[in-house]
């Protein structure tokens, strides 16, 4: 039976690029079924019914949803390349440190760009805290996953591209090369990476993308009552 | 060579539970170690330096963090004795998905005893909404593994004896909006595994009154 892989996502989409990574690197075959989130199609609101969002993997007809649960997903049914190591310790550890990439350092690195004064330069300190542990846990390492990238170099694969971006826009440093010199040589590892290097969104949308969804929060807040 | 298990946790934490339940499910000893988590022992802060917080297993000297992770861990570990996750790729990807969908009713519940007026209103809704939709996933199943206590029941039923403290402070029912729920719970708690590691809703009670207390919530 053919296998039919489809991948719902958008061109910007962080979380997205993860699954789009996972299937190069395992050389999985899909089609991919751009959503505008603003009019989401009946499929999308069929297929992923408790968040409506993307990215959602259809399998043979059937969705998963949740990009680590879509990692995982692939990475049991497609064994070649795999994303994950055997060992258990290992598999926890990797597990750990993507959900430390979402909950914590992606949230404090959103405030940094987002936030403005005050609130920003906390923001920062949060976001200093958070890398400092990626730092340690990368020392050593060429990725996160070792010689190869792995689950964890997917999972934070997005503040390799997102970063540069966020500080081109508000004009911050947030990983600084002295501070955080093996972090900062994993994103240039990871950027460069061939499968990574020829699917990224096109930056100067990014750039405009996220500019236009500053100035808007900067709008919004400045004509709110206090 | 021998195992040794230690278990950093809090009685109250229903994350904490889920990995007694997960331990008691494969049938493993281990020490337990009550935290206080208001004078962080050392040993909490070595084990887990990123979060600082409970439950950590420690395994032969190693730690593992985060309820859910944990939980994979045992099932990973032991994997010939009451298997959580199912082996189809698929039923594990919507085990993986509906737990990760339990973790919202922490922060819910959290908020239904430490506000009041609207902001409570407003988490009572959201929690009403998360345990609806995952009656809804339960179905007409025994459990939400199918035939088998699983992943899923793991990470929800821990939540069932704060049920009692969370509809107190929210002034609602969980059994008339989800009946099918309260009678799956009771179902869970026939297992020595669950009914061993649960805490007596009114000491949850008791100890959310002392929580509201400190906090200054009244």
Known sequence: MGEEVKLFRTWSSSFALRIVWALKIKGIEYETVFEDLSNKSPLLLQYNPVHKKVPILVHNGKPIAESFVILEYIDETWKQAPLLLEDPYERAKARFWAKFGDDKVLTSVWNVFIKQGKEQEEALVAATENLKFLEEEMKGKKFFGGERIGYVDLALGFLANLISIFEEIIGLKIVDEEKFPSLYSWMQDFAEAPIIRDNWPPRDKMIVKFQALLDATIASSSSSSK | ?218
């Open chain 2, 1 to 218: 060579m021998a195992e040794e298990i230690i278990l950093l946790d809090l009685w109250a934490s229903m994350l904490g539970m889920r990995v007694r339940v997960a331990l008691a499910e494969k049938g493993l000893k281990y020490e337990y170690r009550e935290q206080d988590l208001r004078d962080k022992s050392p040993l909490l802060l070595e084990m887990n330096p990123v979060h600082k917080k409970i439950p950590v297993l420690i395994h032969n000297g190693k730690p593992i963090c985060e309820s859910l992770i944990i939980v994979q861990y045992i099932d990973e570990v032991w994997y010939n004795k009451s298997p959580l996750l199912p082996s189809d790729p698929y039923k594990r990807a919507q085990a993986r998905f509906w737990a990760d969908y339990t973790d919202k009713l922490y922060e819910l519940g959290r908020q239904l005893w430490l506000t009041k007026g609207e902001e409570q209103e407003t988490a009572k809704k959201g929690f009403m909404e998360c345990l609806k939709l995952l009656e809804g996933e339960l179905g007409d199943k025994p459990y939400f593994g199918g035939e088998n206590f699983g992943f899923l029941d793991v990470a929800l039923v821990t939540f069932s004896c704060w049920f009692f403290a969370y509809e107190s402070f929210g002034n609602f029912s969980v059994e008339a909006e989800c009946p099918k729920l309260v009678a799956w719970s009771k179902r869970c708690m026939e297992k020595d595994s669950v009914s061993s590691s649960l805490e007596d809703p009114l000491k949850i009670h008791g100890f959310v009154i002392m929580m509201r207390k400190e906090l200054g919530v009244e």
